[in-house]
């Protein structure tokens, strides 16, 4: 698509150069080893693949959770989105979640989505942990902003984390934010953060090799519990 760089420069918001995120891997509880990692603007093609689906799922609002992710993460890929960061999961090299967010500023950090095609393993909780992990010991953020869109959400974030309510309004809109900050994540890291470093090098290989896409009568399984759409 012909771009006019000198309108370009104007369009485009100036970003502040992030510290990446170091892969780690985590167990799940089925004993399958899963690849934390975070991906760059031109992985965002093939990740808009997987997420595309499953904004017609209405099952516990995965239609605008995954409609607001695929907005959010062509914004970034098209350069209209500030200071946002993806992260996604991967077991022998298939996406199975994602994540996302941004800095708000340099203290603050907003909290966008998260996002998982394979239930019942604890993926979410994991990624937004990482998700956690990252705004809070690699970008080196005071506080993060977040709000669930669902009760599983409000349930896994809100409650689990036990966060701070807030009167401060969260740029997704609807409910206001609730406040991670810097000490209660650490109060709370040993409890929900996990995973190691570093990544046995089989095993990242693999997952920088390809971003594997399942199928979509596959996700519809694992979401919705259905044969396929």
């Given amino acids: ?59 516990d609002y995965y239609d605008i959770v995954a409609s607001r992710v695929y907005a959010e993460l062509l914004g970034w890929y ?21 994540v996302n967010s941004r800095m708000l500023n340099a203290k603050t950090g907003m909290s966008l989505h998260t996002l998982t095609t394979d239930r019942g393993l604890r993926i979410g909780s994991h990624m937004f942990a990482a998700k956690m992990e990252h705004h809070i010991e690699y970008l080196k953020q005071e506080e993060v902003l977040i709000v669930a869109e669902s009760p599983i959400g409000f349930r896994r974030w809100m409650i689990e984390y036990g966060l701070e309510p807030t009167n401060i309004p969260h740029e997704l809109g609807g409910a206001l934010s ?6 209660l994540y650490f109060a709370t890291k040993d409890r929900l953060v996990v995973g190691d470093r570093p990544v046995p090098k089989e095993l990242l290989d693999k997952a920088m090799e390809d971003i594997i896409v399942v199928d979509e009568k596959t996700v519809a399984q694992k ?3 259905v044969k396929g759409r």
Avoid at 7 to 27: G, I
Avoid at 91 to 97: A, E, F, H, K, R
Wanted: a neutral charge; hydrophobic letters at 45%; glycine letters at 4%.
């Fill in 78 to 98: 098209r350069w209209r989105i500030v200071n946002e960061f993806v992260l996604i999961a991967q077991i022998d090299g298939m996406l199975v979640g994602l």
């Fill in 223 to 225: 979401i919705c519990g």
């Fill in 1 to 59: 698509m012909p771009i006019d760089l000198e309108l370009e420069s104007v369009l485009r918001p100036p970003e502040v150069p992030m510290v990446p995120y170091p892969p780690k891997v985590v167990t799940l509880a089925n004993g399958k080893q899963m690849v934390v990692r975070e991906i760059t603007r031109e992985d965002v093609p093939r990740v808009l693949e997987a997420v595309r689906p499953i904004t017609t799922y209405e099952r």
């Fill in 178 to 183: 609730f406040r991670l900050s810097k000490e």
